[in-house]
């Protein structure tokens, strides 16, 4: 059995409903509120480990020193001979600060002072211990020309990526570099999240080619994709979804187009293409008239 943190609806209260958009799902989640940019850092710096919500007052840096100790100490220990653990523990504080990027495992390597093999093992151990998993590329027969073909790294927690990546104040990771890639792996965790606790399937994959074309996710379900892009910020233009293009002659049809993003009002990016932008948790796909509207989604 799969174990993941928690998901923001198990500690919000809310009932847990995969990221499928339909007109039933607006009418479910219509009442609920959003959550801003401050309070969204701070469940993504405390990450979604049950402990951190059933003790109030324990220290998330402490949580997380013992939990890297132990993991480190006795799982680590257990599959493989880390002759070196201070490099294994570099190599996981290396992995954390760019999470939700493609790794050069050679690049890193010579980094830590190991061999690429060894990053690729350890790699393999990450997903096998459930700390990190893959978003691998989206492909198919129209659009095999100049795609990227190595895979995106997340941390099944960013609680514990903000741990290793010394950025464990929400104030001060919001405002850092960083902010747009833990923005990423938070969202990405919890539409993720959604379809394992509902024993559905997580066909997701991203997009990207060597024209710098890029797609969050694109997500595949019912025969039909779901074009997504994660974004911080509250005002954007059709230019910033010029990406989605690339896939309209993919063998599935697109069903939806989505931002999520931080903005709390609705308003259309123009009047041809109705997208409107809606809380994360209220998310819905609309058809009136026989006629597709394209969701952005916010938080």
């Known amino acids: 059995m799969e174990m993941l943190p928690l998901s923001l609806a ?19 989640f219509n009442n609920r509120e959003g ?3 401050k309070e969204l850092f701070q469940y993504i710096v405390k990450g979604m480990y049950p402990e951190l919500y059933k003790e109030k007052n324990k220290v998330t840096s402490d949580y997380y020193e013992n939990y890297m100790n132990t993991y480190i100490d ?4 257990e599959l493989i001979n880390i002759k070196d653990k201070l490099k294994f523990h570099s190599f996981l504080q290396y992995l954390a600060a760019p999470t939700s990027q493609q790794i050069n495992a050679s690049e890193l390597g010579r ?10 093992h ?21 659009i095999v020309k100049g795609v990227i073909k190595s895979p995106k790294i ?18 001060i990771l919001l405002i850092s570099n960083f902010s747009g890639a833990f923005n990423e792996n938070f969202i990405m965790n919890e539409i993720r999240k959604s379809f394992i606790n509902n024993k559905l399937a997580f066909h997701a994959y ?17 025969g039909q994709l779901s074009l997504i892009d994660i974004k911080q910020g509250v005002s954007f233009h059709l230019s910033d979804v010029k990406s989605f293009h690339q896939l309209e002659n993919s063998m599935y049809p697109i069903m939806n187009q989505i931002i999520v993003c931080n903005t709390l009002e609705n308003y259309p990016l123009s009047p041809d293409v109705k997208l409107f932008f809606l809380n994360v948790f209220k998310s ?9 509207f394209s969701i952005v989604l916010c938080n």
Not at 111 to 120: D, P, R, S
Not at 284 to 292: G, T
């Open 122 to 142: 350890w790699l393999y151990i990450l997903v096998a211990t459930g700390i990190i998993y893959f978003l691998q590329p989206y492909n198919d027969l129209s």
């Open 10 to 28: 198990e500690i919000l209260g809310y009932e847990s409903q995969p990221f499928i958009l339909n007109s039933q799902r607006i009418k479910k």
């Open 284 to 292: 819905s796909f609309y058809r009136f008239k026989e006629i597709s």
């Open 74 to 77: 006795r799982d680590i220990s």
């Open 154 to 171: 997340y941390f099944s927690d960013t609680g514990l990526a903000a741990y290793l990546a010394r950025l464990n104040q929400s104030e």
């Open 35 to 37: 959550i801003e940019a």
């Open 206 to 222: 991203y997009y990207r080619d060597v024209n710098q074309n890029e797609i969050d996710l694109v997500l595949l379900y019912d």
């Open 111 to 120: 980094k830590i002072g190991v061999t690429y093999k060894t990053i690729n």
